[in-house]
Antibody, heavy 121, light 108 residues
Framework: QVLLVESGGGVVQPARSLRLSCAAS????????MHWVRQAPGKGLEWVGF????????YYGDSVKGRFSISRDRSKNTLYLQMTSLRPEDTAIYYC??????????????WGQGTLVTVSS | EIVLTQSPGTLSLSPGERATLSCWAS???????LAWYQQKPGQAPRLLIY???SRATGIPDRFSGSGSGTDFTLTINGLEPEDFAVYYC?????????FGQGTKLEIK
C-alpha cells in the first residue's frame, strides 16, 4: 500500500525558511510525478506545485512562485518543499500527493496525512 | 489560470437521497482532466473520480461523474452516512492545477 509521510512542519517566524520532506514507500517513486497541496485552517485545498517523475518539469502556484522550491531525491525516495520568505498566509497543513503517472496529466491518487506549518512571530 | 466554481456551497440531504454536486470551469477542459476528491474532518483528501467520469480504485459505484468542456457533475446515489463530507473538484489539464472551493455535504 502506497505510503507518504510528511515531516518538517512546525512554528516558524515570518521571513524565515523551512524545508518539508515527504518519504515515499511501497511504490516505484521514480515513476511517478508528485505534488504539494496545502490547506489553511478551515479553508479549502490550494495547489502548491508539481514535479515530474524525473524532476525535469517543475511548476508552482502563483502564490508561492519565487519563494518555494520543489525537488526530489530518487536515492532516498523523498520529495522536498523548500519554503523561503515565509508569510503568515502560508500557515497551513501541507500535503504531499502522488500523481497517478509520470506527468501533470494524472490525478492525485494517494495523499500523505500532512504536516502543519504555522508562520507566526 | 483556470478557475473552478463549485455549487452549492453546502448541500443538506438525508441518507438514501441522491446528491448532485456541480463544478464549472472558467475555460474548457479539452482533455476532461477533471477529478473529484472527498475529504472528511481531520483526514487527507481521497480521490473519487478522475478523467471526469472514471471511478478510482475501491470507490463504490454509487459515486459517478459526468460532464465535459466547462460543466461537470458528481452524483452520489443512495447516500450512506459515511458520504457526508466535503467534496472538491480539481483540474489537472493545465498548470497551475486548481481546485474548486468545495461543497460541504451535510446530514439534513
Amino acid at each position: 500500500q502506497v505510503l507518504l509521510v510528511e515531516s518538517g512542519g512546525g512554528v516558524v517566524q515570518p521571513a524565515r525558511s523551512l524545508r518539508l520532506s515527504c518519504a515515499a514507500s511501497a511504490f516505484t517513486f521514480s515513476s511517478h510525478a508528485m505534488h504539494w497541496v496545502r490547506q489553511a485552517p478551515g479553508k479549502g485545498l490550494e495547489w502548491v506545485g508539481f514535479i515530474s517523475y524525473d524532476g525535469s518539469n517543475i511548476y508552482y502556484g502563483d502564490s508561492v512562485k519565487g519563494r518555494f522550491s520543489i525537488s526530489r531525491d530518487r536515492s532516498k525516495n523523498t520529495l522536498y518543499l523548500q519554503m523561503t520568505s515565509l508569510r503568515p498566509e502560508d500557515t497551513a497543513i501541507y500535503y504531499c500527493a502522488r500523481a497517478g503517472g509520470y506527468s501533470l496529466a494524472y490525478p492525485l491518487d494517494s495523499w500523505g496525512q500532512g504536516t502543519l506549518v504555522t508562520v507566526s512571530s | 489560470e483556470i478557475v473552478l466554481t463549485q455549487s452549492p456551497g453546502t448541500l443538506s440531504l438525508s441518507p438514501g437521497e441522491r446528491a448532485t454536486l456541480s463544478c464549472w470551469a472558467s475555460q474548457s477542459l479539452t482533455s476532461r482532466y477533471l477529478a473529484w476528491y472527498q475529504q472528511k474532518p481531520g483526514q487527507a483528501p481521497r480521490l473519487l473520480i478522475y478523467g471526469a467520469s472514471s471511478r478510482a480504485t475501491g470507490i463504490p459505484d454509487r459515486f459517478s461523474g459526468s460532464g465535459s468542456g466547462t460543466d461537470f457533475t458528481l452524483t452520489i446515489n443512495g447516500l450512506e452516512p459515511e458520504d457526508f463530507a466535503v467534496y472538491y473538484c480539481q483540474q489537472y489539464d493545465t498548470s497551475p492545477n486548481t481546485f474548486g472551493q468545495g461543497t460541504k455535504l451535510e446530514i439534513k
